[in-house]
């Protein structure tokens, strides 16, 4: 805890020198994913290891989500929270998004990829940020039933599944939202998002593309993290922080 607000003390330093540089004057776009620092060990005895794809030898790692906002090209990190469970999801990317907003940085929109895709994740921010007013672009992936279906540029329609998390309920409630479809014609690939932006589709594609340089961050990251096989989660906790608090002072 002592390690995530000192963290947390220096992201708002952080955010005070980009307001009086004048970088926040208008609201700025702010994407979230996760993190994976791969862990090697008995996982069933060592808290907060969760499940990923196979890299590096493993299948476990210490989880972090993070936020990034994006601003004159430059992205930079003003949310870090530790990932328990993936369960835990759909309530810690609101969580994250309200300590955003407690630095005192106004969203645009907010970006996720397709791994947050599920229909208790829909369900859970559409209602959150209806009531909040926040615009988002969510990832879809394709799935066989989107496959099946007619997919050209520009086509929006309304898409439904089931939220199989509501155990209690019989059948599983249904929940509904809007598909965008936005073909990228020099990858030759199809994109399908769950937005309620009113934009054509080029415009959305692009900012979805803007959250790419996260992935560049995250290879910066490494640049400054501390190697460790160390299994005792607040060391790797203090060291992913310390790395981030580095890479922010690099693009600051």
């Not at 299948?59 to 990190?77: H, K, N």
């Not at 309620?196 to 992935?215: H, Q, V």
Request: net charge positive; charged share 25%.
């Amino acid at each position: 805890e002592r390690v995530q607000e000192a963290f947390e003390s220096q992201l708002k330093e952080n955010v005070s020198r980009l307001k009086r540089q004048r970088k926040l004057w208008k609201p700025v776009p702010i994407a979230i994913d996760w993190h994976d620092e791969m862990y090697y060990g008995d996982h069933e005895k060592t808290p907060m290891v969760n499940g990923t794809k196979p890299k590096n030898g493993s299948s476990y790692a210490f989880q972090f989500l993070t936020a990034s906002l994006l601003v004159d090209g430059e992205r930079m990190v003003v949310g870090v929270m530790p990932l328990d469970s993936k369960n835990e999801l759909p309530t810690l990317t609101l969580r994250i998004i309200e300590k955003v907003r407690e630095l005192g940085v106004r969203i645009s929109d907010v970006t996720v990829d397709a791994g947050f895709f599920s229909a208790e994740m829909i369900s859970y921010l559409q209602a959150e940020f209806e009531r909040n007013n926040l615009k988002h672009i969510i990832r879809m992936p394709i799935n066989r039933k989107a496959k099946r279906m007619k997919l050209w540029n520009g086509r929006r329609f309304v898409y439904v599944l089931e939220d199989k998390s509501v155990i209690s309920s019989e059948p599983p409630p249904k929940v509904s939202f809007q598909v965008v479809v936005a073909c990228d014609r020099e990858k030759d690939f199809t994109y399908l998002f769950a937005t309620n932006l009113p934009y054509r589709s080029e415009k959305i594609l692009r900012l979805y593309k803007d959250r790419w340089a996260i992935e560049t961050g995250y290879r910066m990251y490494n640049q400054f993290l501390m190697k460790t096989t160390s299994r005792n989660y607040t060391i790797r906790l203090f060291y992913f922080l310390f790395a981030c608090s580095m890479y922010n002072a690099w693009v600051l």
